[in-house]
């Protein structure tokens, strides 16, 4: 895959999947997950297929994953930046930030 398709593809999944992926241990913090048990899935989480997520790798960064999907050509800084929208910003500023994304990183921004 190359950057314009994987930004389509988690374009198009954060905006309808529309939550964040994270696990609750306390009722004052969360924190981000790849996959959670609810099924949800991070910008990187979707990039990863459901046959070869594996609960380990909550423990590893983004380029690590990356690297074992063979996604590790893409460029880190692009990938960081879809990370952090999931990660760092309420969810009604997720389109906003990707388009902010898109033309960073000069995509094209196509949500469906």
Same mark, same amino acid.
């Given at each position: 895959?190359? /950057?314009?398709?994987?930004? @389509?593809?988690?374009? !198009? ?26 099924g949800l899935k991070c910008a990187i989480g979707c990039l990863i297929p459901d046959d070869k997520y594996q609960p380990y790798? /909550?423990?590893?960064?983004? @380029?690590?994953?990356? !690297? ?45």
């Amino acid at each position: 895959m190359n /950057e314009q398709e994987v930004f @389509d593809k988690v374009v !198009n999944h954060l905006l309808k999947q529309n939550k964040k992926a994270a696990k609750f241990p306390s009722p004052y913090r969360s924190e981000c997950m790849y996959k959670n048990s609810e099924g949800l899935k991070c910008a990187i989480g979707c990039l990863i297929p459901d046959d070869k997520y594996q609960p380990y790798m /909550e423990n590893m960064r983004s @380029d690590e994953i990356l !690297n074992e999907i063979g996604l590790g050509k893409l460029n880190i800084n692009f990938i960081d930046e879809l990370q952090k929208t999931h990660d760092h910003f309420m969810v009604r500023e997720w389109g906003e930030r990707l388009k902010h994304i898109a033309e960073k990183f000069n995509l094209v921004y196509r949500a469906k």
